[in-house]
Nanobody
Framework: QVQLVESGGGLVQPGGSLRLSCVAS????????MRWYRQAPGKEREQVAH????????NYADSVKGRFNISRDNAKNTMYLQMNSLKPEDTAVYYC????????RGQGTQVTVSS
């Protein structure tokens, strides 16, 4: 079955960095567009970044442009989100998601940005 497992979240100070990973299984990873999105308490879900199946095309929410970088390694069935210059407003649960007809998501990883 489809599995998406995120890791790499944690507590970081403002201005710090984190790298999230998402390991996929149960489908042909190299043919699936992927995305990261986040959900903060009391806020609407926000798509953070999207990457095409080959990695050749990416796009970002304006709120993270220039600070976050999405990438993927199709040989490892893994997607990444490098997050730099983190701000308190980046605090949320981050989910990876795969488009394989329907969008599937993982269980999420908590990112907390606080001093």
């Amino acid at each position: 079955q489809v599995q998406l497992v995120e890791s790499g979240g944690g507590l970081v100070q403002p201005g710090g960095s984190l790298r999230l990973s998402c390991v996929a299984s149960g489908f042909t990873f190299s043919t699936a567009a992927m995305r990261w999105y986040r959900q903060a308490p009391g806020k609407e879900r926000e798509q953070v970044a999207h990457i095409s199946s080959t990695g050749g095309s990416t796009n970002y929410a304006d709120s993270v442009k220039g600070r976050f970088n999405i990438s993927r390694d199709n040989a490892k069935n893994t997607m990444y989100l490098q997050m730099n210059s983190l701000k308190p407003e980046d605090t949320a649960v981050y989910y990876c998601s795969a488009n394989i007809g329907l969008w599937y998501r993982g269980q999420g990883t908590q990112v907390t940005v606080s001093s």
